[in-house]
Antibody, heavy 120, light 110 residues
Framework: QVQLVESGGGVVQPGGSLRLSCAAS????????MHWVRQGPGKGLEWVAF????????YYADSVKGRFTISRDNSKNTLYLQMNSLRAEDTAVYSC?????????????WGQGTLVTVSS | QSALTQPASVSGSPGQSITISCTGT?????????VAWYQQHPGKAPKLLIY???NRPSGVSNRFSGSKSGNTASLTISGLQAEDEADYYC??????????FGAGTKVTVL
């Protein structure tokens, strides 16, 4: 079955960096676009970034553009999010999500997320 | 990239029907038939309920239905059940090839 397992979260000071990973299994990772989505404490979902199946382009929310970088390694079935210049407002649970098969702009599987806390 | 507008909360009694609205702009909801709806129970990952405005993935109850008019999409839950109590989020494709979510709606079954 499809599994998405995030890792790499933790506590970091403002201005610091973290690299999140999302290990995928149970589907042909190299055939699907992937997203990062975050959810702040007690808040709603916020789309963060998207990378298509081949990594040819990258798209970002305005709130993270220039600070975060999405990437993927299809040989390792792994999605990444490099987060630099972190701010308190980046504190959230970060989840990866898989594009749905035969559906545009929808995600059919999500990981449980990894918590990132930005605090001094 | 402002969040789509959803009511903060909607409630209904078991068996009733409720509708959740999701209002955007011509750059997202109104410009494309690429609206999705997700259900999220506390501490759980979101579940896809509706894609491309009105399509249900396999396994999703036909009590959930979606529609769109202009810049506003809607999710209707018919025959409300206790297990439907959850947070619901809409999302849309945008002209920037990005995605945007709604702020979320808490559904309470009275």
């Amino acid at each position: 079955q499809v599994q998405l397992v995030e890792s790499g979260g933790g506590v970091v000071q403002p201005g610091g960096s973290l690299r999140l990973s999302c290990a995928a299994s149970g589907f042909t990772f190299s055939s699907f676009g992937m997203h990062w989505v975050r959810q702040g404490p007690g808040k709603g979902l916020e789309w963060v970034a998207f990378i298509p199946y081949d990594g040819s382009k990258k798209y970002y929310a305005d709130s993270v553009k220039g600070r975060f970088t999405i990437s993927r390694d299809n040989s390792k079935n792994t999605l990444y999010l490099q987060m630099n210049s972190l701010r308190a407002e980046d504190t959230a649970v970060y989840s990866c999500a898989k594009d749905a098969l035969a559906a545009v702009a929808a995600s059919d599987f999500w990981g449980q997320g990894t918590l990132v806390t930005v605090s001094s | 990239q402002s969040a789509l507008t959803q009511p903060a909360s909607v409630s209904g009694s078991p068996g009733q029907s409720i509708t959740i609205s999701c209002t955007g702009t011509s750059s997202d909801v109104g410009g494309y038939n690429y609206v999705a709806w997700y259900q999220q129970h506390p501490g759980k990952a979101p579940k896809l309920l509706i894609y491309e405005v009105s399509n249900r993935p396999s396994g999703v109850s036909n009590r959930f239905s979606g529609s769109k008019s202009g810049n506003t999409a809607s999710l209707t839950i018919s025959g409300l059940q206790a297990e439907d109590e959850a947070d619901y989020y809409c999302s849309s494709y945008t002209t920037s090839s990005t995605r945007v979510f709604g702020a979320g709606t808490k559904v309470t079954v009275l």
